[in-house]
């Protein structure tokens, strides 16, 4: 990461057409559109069980659709006949509970994917990884394990283990919610500096504030639909429909 205003990196697009998704007759997806510019941050808030998970797993395929499209940077992730380890190295992800193989070190924990995955050499994949655990603040912790470091600095070694990949889009499925307060700061500054360094970002949060500053838009999902969106003032702020506006009165 960078702290110019130059992007750092190359970002893709997402283009999600008539998504649906449904696990058994419980159609959890009902038709979801939704157009990421690159470089733009995406916050999908909306109350649990509205379907958040769903999508971001959709974008990387650990669910399959069982309808409509999307395009992550050219590549069509929905296609059954795409490259699935090619497809990933352009997502990265961070999940709410960061994860981390607990038997590998931290620093190996960000380089077994690049190198066994994607056959990248050893030694480039070591230089990457520690300039992004640098850039987490966890230069000096290459060597700990998982469980000698707090849970706020697992998720700053996923979001650096993400990021060795070289993704052209973070998705963030409730990253600060597992954390103890004190520690949620220091993963939502990483997260805004990525965003500043022109990551395409879609985040599911309940962090509004962080929304409010950071979101491009803000994207309200219940019960399997996009509701309302809108510049993340408008939506946060002022929100039109009163399905959001029950939401925000209970979570602000
Ligand atoms: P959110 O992230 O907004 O809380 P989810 O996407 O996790 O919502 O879930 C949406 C709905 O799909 C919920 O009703 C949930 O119970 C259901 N669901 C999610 N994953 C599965 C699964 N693997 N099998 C069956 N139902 C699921
Ligand atoms: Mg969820």
């Not at 190359?10 to 510019?37: F, H, M, P």
């Amino acid at each position: 990461m960078t702290t110019t205003n130059q992007p750092a990196f190359k970002a893709a697009g997402v283009s999600i057409k008539d998504l649906r998704k449904s696990y058994g007759t419980n159609e959890v997806l009902k038709g979801i559109n939704l157009d990421i510019q690159p470089g733009e941050v995406v916050c999908l808030i909306g109350p649990s069980g509205s379907g958040k998970s769903t999508v971001l797993r959709c974008v990387n395929r650990l669910e399959t659709a069982n309808g409509g499209t999307i395009e992550v940077g050219g590549f069509e992730t929905t296609d059954p006949e795409v490259d699935i380890d090619k497809m990933r190295q352009k997502v990265g992800m961070v999940f709410q509970q960061f994860n981390l193989f607990p038997h590998l070190t931290v620093l190996e924990n960000c380089t077994i994917s690049p190198v066994k995955v994607l056959k990248k050499s050893a030694a480039e994949t070591k230089a990457k990884a520690l300039k992004n655990l640098a850039a987490v603040g966890l230069g000096d912790f290459g060597h700990r394990y998982p469980d000698q470091l707090s849970g706020g600095q697992q998720q700053r070694v996923a979001i650096a283990r993400a990021l060795t990949m070289d993704p052209e889009l973070m998705l963030f499925d409730e990253p600060t919610s597992a954390l103890d307060p004190e520690t949620v700061g220091d993963v939502l500054a990483i997260m805004r500096r990525l965003a500043q360094d022109g990551m395409t970002m879609l985040v599911v949060t309940h962090e509004m504030a962080f929304a409010r500053e950071v979101a491009d838009r803000v994207v309200f999902m219940d019960q399997g639909i996009v509701v309302e969106q809108g510049p993340a003032e408008q939506v946060i702020a002022n929100p039109q429909q009163p399905r959001t506006q029950d939401f925000l009165k209970r979570v602000l």
